[in-house]
């Protein structure tokens, strides 16, 4: 079981910035994929950026060029640095932990974080 703590949330105003973190209960290089989801009332959970265990990131297109996800493996760590903030971008950050373990058969765990509440106002 991987715990997974989330801080940074809160309320600004257009174009203003907000950093989230993330903190796992163990190693970040030996779970495979952390990332950043993004759920708003009446909408569907979406993807917002993700980062494999050796780096490699991937963003959602509505956040390219704005949100940079970043790591502290010292601090079991990931970041989402949210930067040029819409009134879209209004929604509960979940950060997620993906987990695959190939033994005598493979299995995947898929872990969440309480969810954090961002808010742009106009």
């Known amino acids: 079981q991987v715990q997974l703590v989330e801080s940074g949330g809160g309320l600004v105003q257009t174009g203003g910035s907000l950093r989230l973190s993330c903190t796992a209960s163990?190693?970040?290089?030996?779970?495979?994929?952390m990332g950043w989801y993004r759920q708003a009332p009446g909408k569907q959970r979406e993807l917002v950026a993700t980062?494999?265990?050796?780096?490699?990131?991937n963003y959602a297109d509505s956040v390219k060029g704005r949100f940079t996800i970043s790591r502290d493996n010292t601090k079991n760590t990931v970041y989402l640095q949210m930067n040029s903030l819409k009134p879209e971008d209004t929604a509960v950050y979940y950060c997620?932990?993906?987990?695959?373990?190939?033994?005598?058969?493979?299995?995947?765990?898929?872990?969440w974080g309480q969810g954090t509440q961002v808010t742009v106002s106009t």
């Open positions: 997620n932990a993906y987990v695959v373990v190939v033994s005598t058969y493979t299995r995947t765990y898929d872990y």
């Open positions: 163990e190693s970040i290089l030996s779970i495979n994929t």
């Open positions: 980062m494999t265990s050796d780096g490699s990131t």
